[in-house]
């Protein structure tokens, strides 16, 4: 959902603002664990590809959103990390990877910190060059003997020894270069401010004409196809500021651009070198155009999670999505006509080996998943990564992923829920037949066929975030229509409990009473079909990221006031943050008894003996939900996937 795309942005910047703020943590507070204490669990196997790239002899490299570099030697059935040299942390802009290029034998991967190499295949990595402290490499590119390198705040640098780099942005104008892209012997760069191209012996940039894009006859002959089809037209472009560039592609004598325009997208076709443009996108390619890839006479296209194919060079197009997941596709390589590599924002890596007819996912031994929630039933552990779900039956040595839900919508999950050994989720999504009206509905998995049975439709939501069920009773936040409550095997009927125009982001009930927490600081109590904010200290003034019962207790935790509890369901509240290193809490994890904490990496156990928590172990990724399971402390983690620790 729009709402959920937005959130998770401004939750990034949080976290990366928080980063570059925290002090430097102090070793000598605390007795630190050996970070091998935790261990990593096979799975679930998944991640936020940015960029994979086919080196020679037939090895590919997957570059991913904070997890590193991992390398396939075997077309993609398996995936292995190779990450030696990258500095420092996971969770630095080092370990996310946006581009692979390869000069003779050295291999380059460019990074949010800057340019390193690798001599032997990836083994070991060694830091090349920041550009001036630049703030990530968004394109690199070999021709002949010299390296270009495309940085998103200083232009665009060559080299011809690997050692000394020199600018080359003369009439290049801004210099963000949001993509950089060798077409023969011809640079290709998109700014803010154009397209640009500078063959490789010139020493200055010429502007391609990008005016044609917004001629009217163009948009105007689009608009009346997408008219006809009950879609609203693409706004006037009036260049620059209405069109921003994407990717880029070429075929024989023939040029690919994918541009934004406005609120819509589109595909251009240049055959004159980019002095005039052809609008070739499909009429019902609605979403932004991330990535162009050409092989022979074969284009490949992606706008959202779709893939789309054209046989005759633009003319005509063919969604090719069979097997593919609801994830947005933020990458393809192809390397014949026939096989295609897709990577996309949290599923992985996919194959297609007929032309995109159909695809596999390939992710053994990826592990860049970012869990969001984790949950025991029994011996099962259940781990949420995006709109997935998988489980474990080993402790983690194996995982297997939930059937997805059979729904006439684009369904993610937005809530997961626990009652009666029962595992429960609320599924949310835009309806296929009624554009723009947000669907859902709560399901029930049925763990025998691995399968999901639907319980009740929803309809006319604003979009959910959680649930809770208590008994029989299910709960529903959502973006803006409050809380839902619907009895179970009562029909179609939901009630409204109020708290409207309210972004409720988690839900937790006793039997006795049902509490919401809401988006900034707020917890609201439901008292006699009435909700009540039941703040009770200033010192609680931050937002809440957590809120679980422990017994009787009920704990509460904030991104930047730590944690809190109540032994009076919520009537009086007490700041605990003695034996914390900061105060940014992120998540809790008890079995009913013991309860733990995570302040970004670090996790800990309160001692009712000493009042106080005491650290029990660092991750190397933020940890984002904690689940006990026979002697184990698990974490699900940003970047990482699961690890555990024996309690």
Same mark, same amino acid.
């Given at each position: ?264 997208? @589109?595909? #251009? +076709?240049?055959? !004159?070198? *980019?002095? &005039? %443009?052809?609008? =070739? ?6 979403? /932004? $155009? ?57 599923? @992985?890596? #996919? +194959?297609?080996? !007929?032309? *995109?007819? &159909? %695809?596999?996912? =390939? ?6 998943? /970012? $869990? ?60 296929? +037949? ?18 999901? $049975? ?194």
């Amino acid at each position: 959902m729009k709402q959920q795309r937005i959130l998770s942005v401004i939750w990034i910047a949080v976290v990366g603002l928080f980063i570059s703020l925290v002090p430097q943590l102090r070793a000598d507070e605390h007795t630190e664990p050996n970070r091998s204490d935790w261990v990593q669990t096979n799975g679930p196997y998944s991640g936020d590809i940015l960029t994979i790239y086919a080196a020679p002899k037939g090895v590919l490299f997957a570059g991913t959103e904070g997890g590193g570099i991992f390398r396939s030697t075997d077309r993609g059935n398996s995936w292995t990390p190779v990450n030696t040299g990258l500095r420092f942390e996971p969770e630095e802009s080092y370990w996310s990877v946006t581009a692979f290029a390869q000069k003779r034998e050295t291999l380059y991967a460019g990074t949010r910190d800057g340019l390193y190499g690798s001599t032997n295949n990836g083994n070991r990595w060694h830091h090349v060059s920041s550009f001036r402290n630049t703030e990530s490499i968004s394109g690199l590119v070999v021709i002949g003997d010299r390296i270009y390198v495309g940085t998103l705040n200083t232009g665009v640098w060559y080299s011809d020894d690997g050692d000394s780099w020199i600018q080359v942005n003369d009439g290049l104008g801004p210099q963000l270069i949001s993509e950089l892209v060798g077409i023969g012997t011809t640079l290709v760069a998109a700014t803010d401010n154009g397209v640009f191209r500078k063959h490789d012996n010139e020493d200055s940039w010429t502007p391609i004409n990008t005016d044609a894009i917004s001629q009217p006859v163009n948009i105007a002959s689009v608009n009346n196809v997408r008219i006809e089809a009950g879609l609203d037209p693409l706004p006037k472009l009036n260049f620059p500021s209405g069109i921003r560039i994407q990717a880029f592609a070429a075929m024989e004598h023939l040029l690919y651009m994918s541009v934004r325009l406005g609120n819509g997208s @589109g595909i #251009f +076709r240049s055959n !004159d070198n *980019g002095e &005039s %443009w052809a609008y =070739i996108t499909p009429a019902e390619m609605t979403r /932004t $155009v991330n990535a162009l890839v050409a092989y022979g006479g074969v284009l490949y296209a992606s706008s959202g999670s779709v893939v789309y194919r054209s046989d005759d060079k633009g003319d005509s197009w063919a969604v090719i999505n069979d097997g593919l997941t609801y994830s947005t596709v933020s990458t393809l390589l192809a390397v014949n006509e026939d096989t295609v590599f897709v990577g996309t924002s949290g599923d @992985g890596v #996919f +194959r297609t080996t !007929d032309s *995109g007819n &159909s %695809w596999v996912e =390939i992710n053994t031994g990826i592990t860049n998943a /970012t $869990v969001s929630k984790l949950e025991v039933i029994g011996d099962r552990i259940y781990a949420q990564i995006g709109k997935r779900i998988f489980h474990s039956v080993d402790g983690g040595e194996s995982w297997h992923p939930v059937k997805a839900l059979s729904a006439p919508t684009n369904y993610g999950f937005t809530g997961l829920a626990i009652s009666d050994n029962e595992l429960y989720v609320g599924a949310c999504g835009l309806s296929r +037949r009624h554009r723009n009206e947000i669907v859902g509905g709560i399901y029930r998995l049925d763990k025998a066929d691995n399968t999901w $049975v639907e319980l009740v439709a929803l309809r006319n939501l604003t979009g959910s975030e959680c649930m809770e069920v208590v008994g029989t009773t299910f709960y529903i936040g959502t973006l803006r229509d409050g809380v839902l409550q619907w009895e179970k095997d009562s029909g179609p009927w939901v009630t409204n409990l109020g708290l409207e125009h309210h972004y409720i982001t988690a839900l937790l009930g006793n039997g006795e009473r049902v509490y919401a927490g809401a988006e900034g600081d707020e917890i609201y109590r439901l008292k006699e079909g009435t909700w009540e904010p039941i703040h009770a200290t200033d010192m609680m003034d931050g937002d809440m990221s957590d809120l679980k019962w422990v017994g009787s207790t009920l704990y509460a935790t904030f991104w930047n006031k730590g944690v809190f509890r109540s032994y009076d369901g919520g009537d009086s509240w007490t700041s605990i943050n003695d034996g914390l290193d900061e105060a940014f809490a992120t998540t809790i994890g008890t079995d009913g008894r013991a309860v733990y904490v995570s302040t970004f990496r670090r996790v800990f156990q309160w001692s009712e003996d000493g009042k106080r928590w005491e650290l029990i172990g660092s991750l190397p990724y933020q940890a984002m939900s904690l689940a006990v399971l026979d002697g184990f402390l698990y974490a699900g983690t940003a970047g990482g996937g699961v690890y555990k620790i024996q309690e």
